[in-house]
């Protein structure tokens, strides 16, 4: 983790670290994720929560030393992992994900996630979509309609994106993905007929006081 990064973290909400996961150590987590999803089954939404409890394999993940390096430079150096879940997009399961800020969904301190992708992610194949800076912006309101019952029940309003800039997170396999919780992001629909594979982890500031949340049951301190 360089200073460049965390400062482009701090100024635009997110950093790209390239390649932080080998091509075997990607092979292993995406043949893992298949068999968890096997196991368990899915929503039609295309989520399953939890990976790190279904397999230890995604433990070790979340606690990957490059990653954590990375994450101690902008959390600070008590970085607990909170949960995690694997985003896929293939075929049948290809809409995108609606313009949002995470931070609705769990309040309390400010979170950081991780998205690491399993697949290169292009614009044809659903890569993310942020608009730089907003994290700075607050919590919005998120009065979207959600009515199509694909989740993501706290979505922005149009009006939020008007004259906002947007960049196309383009990412190859083994690329993590960092950001804030109130950045505004979305994901393009897959259109390719491939696999779009993503790993998505979430982290805190162990210091900082927070409700206990019943959908982080593999909790640690990395």
Request: cysteine-free; glycine content about 8%.
């Given at each position: 983790?360089?200073?460049?990064?965390?400062?482009?973290?701090?100024?635009?909400?997110?950093?790209?670290?390239?390649?932080?996961?080998?091509?075997?150590?990607?092979?292993?987590?995406?043949?893992?994720?298949?068999?968890?999803?096997?196991?368990?089954?899915?929503?039609?939404?295309?989520?399953?929560?939890?990976?790190?409890?279904?397999?230890?394999?995604?433990?070790?993940?979340?606690?990957?030393?490059?990653?954590?390096?990375?994450?101690?430079?902008?959390?600070?150096?008590?970085?607990?992992?909170?949960?995690?879940?694997?985003?896929?997009?293939?075929?049948?399961?290809?809409?995108?994900?609606?313009?949002?800020?995470?931070?609705?969904?769990?309040?309390?301190?400010?979170?950081?996630?991780?998205w690491i992708a399993l697949d290169d992610a292009t614009p044809d194949n659903g890569c993310l979509r942020v608009v730089p800076g907003s994290h700075l912006k607050g919590a919005a309101r998120h009065g979207g309609d959600a009515s199509d019952g694909l989740g993501f029940k706290n979505r922005l309003e149009e009006q939020d994106l008007d004259g906002q800039p947007i960049v196309d997170l383009l990412a190859s396999r083994g690329d993590a993905i960092i950001f804030h919780d109130l950045l505004y992001h979305a994901s393009y629909p897959n259109i390719s007929g491939q696999d779009r594979w993503a790993l998505i982890s979430t982290y805190k500031d162990g210091t900082q006081e927070d409700p206990e949340y019943p959908w982080a049951k593999a909790v640690f301190r990395v």
């Open positions: 983790m360089t200073t460049h990064a965390k400062l482009e973290y701090e100024r635009t909400g997110y950093t790209v670290l390239k390649q932080t996961f080998s091509e075997e150590q990607v092979k292993l987590y995406k043949e893992e994720a298949q068999k968890v999803l096997e196991q368990y089954g899915v929503g039609k939404e295309g989520v399953y929560l939890g990976m790190s409890v279904a397999s230890a394999v995604f433990k070790e993940a979340a606690a990957h030393p490059v990653l954590v390096n990375a994450l101690k430079e902008i959390i600070g150096d008590d970085v607990v992992f909170l949960s995690d879940k694997l985003v896929f997009k293939n075929a049948s399961t290809d809409f995108g994900s609606p313009w949002h800020q995470d931070y609705p969904y769990w309040k309390g301190s400010h979170k950081v996630s991780v």
